[in-house]
């Protein structure tokens, strides 16, 4: 059992930086990769990020790459979002999620955090 909650959000303008975190609990943290999604008003929730349980292996949506990146810290049960260069269209209910290696499909998610880029 894996709870996340996830914190960071806030209200910034186009161009800003964020950093949003999730605090795992559990003692198998590393066990798990980790993921960021996020839903806008009125859209499906999309992927973002993703990182392997030892922090090695990166993936990213296109839309983020070059200005988002994800990285964790094992010994604090933590992940992270380094999210630079914010656009308005970026603004979305943020959420972290954690899947074993051994399947695709995240079964432990946060309760999520607003990010909001006013233009």
């Known amino acids: 059992q894996v709870q996340l909650v996830e914190s960071g959000g806030g209200l910034v303008q186009a161009g800003d930086s964020l950093r949003l975190s999730c605090a795992a609990s559990?003692?198998?943290?590393?066990?798990?990769?980790m993921g960021w999604f996020r839903q806008a008003p009125g859209k499906e929730r999309e992927f973002v990020a993703r990182i392997s349980g030892s922090g090695g292996i990166t993936a990213y949506t296109d839309s983020v790459k070059g200005r988002f990146t994800i990285s964790r810290d094992n010994a604090k049960n933590t992940v992270y979002l380094q999210m630079n260069s914010l656009k308005s269209e970026d603004t979305a209910v943020y959420y972290c999620?954690?899947?074993?290696?051994?399947?695709?499909?995240?079964?432990?998610w946060g309760q999520g955090t607003q990010v909001t880029v006013s233009s």
């Open positions: 559990g003692r198998t943290f590393s066990n798990y990769n």
């Open positions: 999620a954690a899947r074993m290696s051994d399947t695709n499909v995240y079964k432990y």
